[in-house]
């Protein structure tokens, strides 16, 4: 990671000439700054039409004698049509979308599935991310503080460091080239502090330099803010003290809030919740529901067309002491037609977390009257962080495979963007960030096909090898982490190696992976059928009754809905350890595989980054054999 001097350096004398002019490449390090934006200058190519990006765009790097760009209002809102090189779209955004499609090599046209296509930043006010491997954040700016933390420095607010405007641009053309449209600026463990004047000018300054690529922006709040930061024209410049949905103060400082949000971005996005989960204040402080406190925020945005996404993440709230995977259900389902038409419901893909494997969250089951969307991890927090090439879209293709993507409005990704040079912190995790965007756009396209056109834009030509690694690389991922339906036994807090033994008395039982595995010397695997926790109730037929009976069940969710003796047989053959052992070894094996590919692939591969990649190969291998050799020791050890 740079320092900030050093990247502020790069920003303001490097990036603008690097990016820009596109210098001849052997003059730099391929440092895979230019993600798949990889387009050769030609600057021939006589563009007619509208002055916008797109226009821009083509001139530069269209290798056609002339492209055309047309306006037609009729068409659908960032859809475009490609005839020859003609463009034709409702308005500019819907133009760049084109532009890029084109750049690309498409030859027809498309509109987007979704029109909300949200990046999550869990960006914190003080320059650090939650669960970001990838440096420090692009929006805000810390500095190191004084005090460490378990040995490490604890960063503080700088809110007068200048903004990196250049460095916004290069991300806004980033994602306008993928289509996604909107992103959430901070943490969904929010600070009040988000909402201040200081802070809100900030936020204006960023939707001024994503407008013009089509990004909407949004805030993460902290349900508590009117108890810690005024509102302009409210309470005489005062917080309030009481942050309780259906006060009438709190309904007019959220009102309040709102319209000085506005004032400033006309066309802000609207606010994301976290709200009693994890610590967090939510409505359940004064005794009110979810839908209590969504609509007083949902009220104050929807005179101006703002959105509310209220996360279902809230394990440990109204049903503490509940199987966790359990509790979304528990605490929306009779909430059902009970918030505004402007609220969205963002639920993970599955009921748990991001795990490596798990099955689909049943909350999209048993919500139909109101608005859903569906929240994606890009950063890998449980899936190697940056350190393994693991690609996504596979897994997220598997949760459209139970979720009909009609039934959604929207996907929102949390973020794995950082000030690393190469923005991801692995080469191939920027394969993922390119994947959502392309998933948000057309859920029903190939992860094949999405994978093809990352590696012909990033490494300039094609290997059906590499893209094979690709598509085999989250099914290792799964084989030697936790086959068969283990799940959750990672290491405390960092979330990356293996801790099945995991256990702290002063932990939430719920936070420690022997809760999850519940092995002793007689069996393994978590009860969630009719004679457990019956968490295979909440699913809708025909899941309900086939993870419910061990005899249907898929062996990959074995142990995440049944308990089963040591010595069950499943359909190889082996017993369960037997296969335990067969999958960490298949997982080890595949990541040696992927070595000898990459190491095939280095003539075809600049430098740079093919030490890079190496590097985190050589890593990925040996963590990978980590986790065989931890886990069948441990677990081993209850069968002798």
Not at 68 to 80: H, N, R, S, V, W
Not at 333 to 351: A, E, H, T, Y
Not at 552 to 569: A, G, I, N
């Amino acid at each position: 990671m740079k320092t900030k001097s050093m990247c502020q350096a790069w920003v303001k004398w490097i990036l603008p000439v690097y990016l820009f002019t596109f210098l001849p490449s052997y003059l730099f390090a391929e440092d895979g700054h230019q993600l798949w934006l990889r387009y050769q200058p030609v600057n021939k190519a006589k563009v007619t039409g509208p002055s916008c990006i797109a226009a821009e765009e083509l001139a530069k790097y269209y290798q056609g004698e002339s492209a055309t760009l047309i306006l037609d209002p009729t068409m659908e809102a960032d859809a475009y049509r490609i005839e020859g090189s003609t463009i034709t779209a409702k308005n500019e955004t819907g133009l760049l979308y084109g532009a890029y499609a084109l750049l690309r090599g498409e030859t027809t046209g498309s509109k987007p599935f979704y029109q909300l296509r949200i990046l999550n930043h869990w960006d914190n006010l003080n320059g650090t991310i939650e669960r970001g491997y990838a440096g420090l954040s692009i929006f805000w700016k810390g500095k190191p503080g004084e005090q460490k933390f378990m040995g490490r420095t604890v960063f503080v607010e700088d809110p007068d460091q200048p903004i990196d405007a250049e460095l916004i641009k290069e991300y806004a053309r980033a994602n306008a080239s993928i289509g996604i449209n909107g992103t959430v600026l901070n943490n969904v463990n929010a600070s009040p502090k988000m909402l201040s004047a200081l802070y809100i000018n900030k936020v204006k300054q960023y939707a001024d330099i994503l407008r013009p690529y089509g990004i909407k922006v949004y805030l993460s709040v902290n349900f508590a803010s009117p108890m810690s930061i005024p509102a302009k024209g409210f309470n005489g410049g005062k917080p309030i003290k009481t942050a309780d949905p259906l006060n009438a103060q709190v309904k007019a400082w959220w009102k309040a809030k709102a319209k000085e949000i506005y004032e400033q971005i006309p066309d802000f996005g609207g606010f994301l919740v976290k709200a009693n989960s994890e610590g967090q204040p939510g409505p359940f402080d004064y005794h009110r529901t979810h839908a209590d406190g969504a609509n007083t925020l949902a009220d104050a945005v929807k005179p101006f067309g703002g959105i509310i996404m209220w996360r279902s993440f809230v394990y440990g709230a109204a049903h503490k002491g509940e199987d966790r995977v359990k509790q979304a259900v528990s605490e929306f389902k009779d909430l059902d037609g009970q918030f505004r038409d402007n609220v969205i419901l963002q639920s993970k893909n599955g009921p748990l977390d991001f795990q490596p494997r798990e099955p689909y969250a049943p909350i999209f089951d048993n919500i139909h009257k109101t608005k859903q969307m569906a929240e994606l991890q890009i950063t890998q927090e449980y899936l190697g962080q940056s350190r393994h090439i693991v690609y996504l879209a596979p897994m997220w293709r598997e949760f459209f495979g139970f979720v009909a993507p009609q039934k959604l409005v929207g996907i929102a990704g949390v973020a794995n963007i950082g000030l690393d040079r190469n923005w991801c912190g692995h080469h191939f995790s920027q394969a993922n960030w390119y994947a959502f965007g392309r998933l948000a756009w057309d859920p029903t396209l190939k992860s094949e096909i999405i994978a093809q056109e990352w590696i012909k834009q990033t490494f300039s030509f094609e290997s059906q090898e590499i893209l094979s690694v690709m598509l085999r690389s989250r099914e290792a991922c799964v084989d030697y982490m936790m086959p068969i339906g283990l799940h959750h036994i990672f290491a405390f807090d960092e979330h990356y190696g293996p801790e099945p033994n995991g256990f702290i008395a002063q932990y939430p039982i719920e936070w420690c992976p022997v809760y999850y595995h519940k092995a002793n010397n007689d069996s393994i695997g978590f009860d969630r059928t009719h004679t457990g926790s019956n968490a295979t109730a909440q699913y809708r037929e025909p899941y309900c009754s086939l993870y419910d009976d061990i005899n249907t069940c898929p062996e990959r969710y074995l142990l995440w809905f049944h308990r089963v003796p040591w010595s069950y047989r499943l359909k190889s053959g082996r017993t369960v350890l037997e296969e335990m052992a067969c999958h960490y070894d298949r997982g080890v094996k595949e990541v040696e595989d992927f070595i000898r590919v990459w190491n095939k692939a280095k003539p075809e591969i600049d430098e740079q980054r093919w030490q890079e990649v190496d590097a985190r190969l050589q890593h990925q291998l040996e963590n990978a054999k980590e986790w065989r050799k931890v886990c069948l020791d441990y677990f081993g050890s209850f069968t002798k």
